[in-house]
């Protein structure tokens, strides 16, 4: 079994209705993020992330970012932010990133910045 790490407030986590489990058969292991900066803490993802032969356990496989946070006020993360998100998952625990990005427009506009650094890139984006 495999799982996601995604923010406790996320739309991933809060609106889409259990897809995640129901259509891709994934769990979720939800994370707090900060309040003021919509932002998953990297102690907290490194402390959840499992990766062993226990059947018991699902293996941590992606994290999950939402650019611009919807239920956290809008908030843009910035990418200074993003960059030491994706050295996290993809260098140093070996996961893929994923960007709920349906407001990723937004996040460019507010960081007035039209740079797109692929040390930052994400495996996948949603846009929709």
Wanted: with cysteine; aromatic share 4%.
């Amino acid at each position: 079994a495999s799982e996601i790490v995604v923010g406790a407030n996320s739309h991933i986590c809060l609106w889409e209705g259990g897809n995640a489990a129901g259509l891709a058969g994934i769990s979720t292991r939800q994370v707090y993020e900060d309040p003021n900066t919509a932002q998953l803490d990297s102690d907290t993802i490194r402390d959840c992330w499992v990766l062993d032969d226990d059947d018991h356990t699902p293996k941590t496989r992606v994290l999950c970012l939402e650019n611009t946070h919807n239920m956290m006020g809008g908030v843009a993360l910035p990418p200074t932010y993003m960059d030491a998100m994706s050295e996290l998952a993809k260098n140093e625990l070996n996961l893929r990133l994923h960007l709920d990005g349906a407001r990723v427009m937004n996040a460019i506009v507010a960081q007035s910045s039209n740079d797109n650094n692929n040390s930052s890139s994400p495996a996948t984006i949603t846009t929709t």
